[in-house]
């Protein structure tokens, strides 16, 4: 699914305008965004939790050369889906 059969299904559940749609799918994005920027997680309760990981420095071999090369440390995004999600995908 991407942006415009997102945008299309959230307008055919609500009876929002598409463009409407995109809107508010754009802020909510925005609002997730700002508040793992500011080191928060973000709960939706049944669906899951998005929240920022840090990876450790690490050694690691450059693949074309096999040179041992130090990767640095980075915050990355996790999410961990919730019981709902995990239920309504396993079937």
Same mark, same amino acid.
């Given at each position: ?20 749609? &995109?809107?508010? *799918? ?12 500011? !080191? ?5 309760? !049944? ?6 990981? &840090?990876?450790?420095?690490?050694? !690691?071999?450059?693949?074309?050369t096999?040179? &041992? *090369?130090?990767i ?9 889906? !919730?019981?709902?999600?995990? &239920?309504?995908?396993?079937?």
């Open positions: 699914m991407n942006l415009s059969d997102l945008k299309k299904s959230v307008s055919d559940a609500t009876g929002m305008k598409q463009d409407d749609a &995109e809107k508010v *799918i754009k802020a909510m994005t925005a609002s997730i965004e700002d508040a793992l920027k500011a !080191g928060d997680s973000v709960v939706f309760v !049944g669906f899951g939790t998005f929240a920022v990981a &840090e990876r450790p420095a690490r050694k !690691g071999r450059n693949p074309a096999g040179q &041992e *090369i130090q640095p440390a980075t915050k990355t995004v996790k999410f961990k889906p !919730g019981k709902t999600l995990k &239920e309504a995908v396993a079937g």
